[in-house]
């Protein structure tokens, strides 16, 4: 099927007091990300909010595409940061570690694998 969907669960991350301001207040919110994935400190969405609502929409998604039977491709775009976060769940690695992760930059691709238990 080729067609664009728009899904809310790939928004970007709310940065609750820091929403529509500069970005390099971003890092006052990442400084806490390492420490607690839950907090939501300066009013922030919490990076395992962005892990489970992320995670949703990919199973959704796959649920969707794999019911044709065979393989298939999806491209998800979303700011770079939950794209990050959405990362640490497939590596099933801690949300507090999205920002040791490679730096996604602007328009490149970036395959998500599902590691193994």
């Avoid at 664009?4 to 400084?31: A, M, Q, S």
């Avoid at 995670?55 to 770079?80: F, N, S, Y």
């Avoid at 769940?89 to 395959?111: N, V």
Wanted: a negative charge.
């Amino acid at each position: 099927r080729d067609r664009v969907v728009f899904d809310t669960r790939l928004r970007e991350r709310y940065f609750g007091d820091f929403n529509g301001g500069p970005d390099d207040c971003y890092h006052k919110v990442w400084e806490v990300d390492c420490v607690d994935p839950n907090h939501e400190e300066f009013n922030v969405e919490s990076v395992t909010s962005v892990v489970r609502r992320t995670t949703e929409a990919v199973r959704d998604v796959d649920a969707e595409l794999r019911g044709d039977g065979g393989t298939w491709a999806c491209v998800l775009v979303a700011h770079g940061d939950v794209l990050q976060i959405l990362q640490t769940g497939f590596q099933k690695i801690d949300g507090s570690l999205h920002r040791t992760l490679p730096h996604l930059e602007t328009a490149t691709l970036r395959a998500l694998d599902l590691m193994a238990d």
